[in-house]
């Protein structure tokens, strides 16, 4: 525990130099961040990746400079219908399980983007992550924008 807190602090002190996501990777791995592209004037899109804590851990925002306000949600069917739901609480990241943000399942919602997102560019996105005693870092990764019908 003391050993992740000192990591926690380094990353603070290092924000926003972008190595700070190599420090980051002491407790918290981001897999294969993307975007799916949008067509023009689309302001929404998804964000996706794969998120394994190495302490317990909870994704409780992000954010990033092109988009004006992302959100965590949850896809699930409910009675036969696909439903799309905020997590006011963020995700849950348990200990050194990998939590997957997928179509059809936990994603960032991207809302209000300044700008259309081009398959082959990359997004910024900023992940802040909460542990159990309420300490906030924050995480600096580079989503690849994919194409439309990128299912993974
Ligand atoms: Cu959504």
New binding site residues.
């Given amino acids: 525990m003391r050993h992740f807190f000192r990591a926690v602090l380094f990353l603070i002190a290092a924000l926003p130099a972008s190595s700070a996501f190599a420090q980051a990777k002491d407790f918290l791995t981001v897999k294969d961040p993307w975007v799916r592209a949008t067509v023009p004037a689309q302001q929404?899109t998804?964000a996706f990746m794969t998120l394994t804590a190495t302490v317990d851990l909870r994704l409780v925002a992000a954010s990033s400079p092109q988009a004006g306000m992302i959100?965590i949600?949850?896809?699930s069917m409910e009675n036969n219908v696909m439903q799309?739901r905020?997590l006011p609480d963020g995700l849950a990241l348990p200990k050194g399980k990998a939590v997957e943000l997928k179509p059809g399942s936990y994603?960032?919602?991207v809302m209000d983007l300044k700008q259309p997102m081009k398959q082959g560019a990359w997004l910024p996105l900023m992940l802040t992550v909460e542990t159990k005693d309420k300490k906030r870092s924050t995480v600096m990764v580079s989503a690849e924008v994919k194409s439309l019908t990128t299912k993974q």
Wanted: proline share 0%; glycine share 10%; charged share 10%.
């Fill in positions: 929404v998804g959100e949600h949850q896809m799309m905020a994603h960032l919602m």
